[in-house]
């Protein structure tokens, strides 16, 4: 039987899919930073929405949440940034994560942006050999951080 796929914007109905798949993807409950999050890219008056979820039969089973930005941190083009990808372990390994991540940078190809930044902390392997795969290279952005007492 053959799957019913789709992609299309994230809304601020998706929140329990989300934090429901990002419970199973990284063992963590993160349901306040999904609400803040969710509740500002899907505030029109901010900046586009260019957030995308997979749908496979109705039911979402992967999503990826970014941010553009024109012209901030003073750096003069516009950028944008992925924040969170994460697919339903049950779903992973049949090419969700890539299919949203070519339709985000689509929608940021036609946006104006030029260069997309995302974060990957040091041991996710998994996740780094994805943004690898998909041709993300190490920036000559530095993370900067300081730890306070
Ligand atoms: C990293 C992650 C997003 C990848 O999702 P995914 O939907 O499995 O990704 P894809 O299917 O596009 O690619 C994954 C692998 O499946 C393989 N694949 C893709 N389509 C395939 C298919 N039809 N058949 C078999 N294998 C396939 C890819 O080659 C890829 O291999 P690689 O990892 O060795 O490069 C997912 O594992 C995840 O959610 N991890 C947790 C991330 C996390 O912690 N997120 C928290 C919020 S930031």
Known sequence: MSEDRILRVLKAG??????????????????????????????????????????????????????VYFGEFGIPETTATIDSLGVDPALQHKGLASELLDQFMMNMKAAGVTKVYTLVNWDDFALERFFARHKFVPSKRINLEFALP
């Open 14 to 67: 998706d929140l329990d899919a989300i934090v429901a798949i990002d419970e199973k993807a990284s063992r963590q409950s993160r349901r306040e930073y999904y609400e803040r999050k969710i509740a500002l890219i899907t505030d029109p008056t901010r900046s586009i929405n260019s957030s995308i979820v997979a749908e496979i039969d109705g039911r979402v089973a992967g999503f990826i949440m970014g941010d």
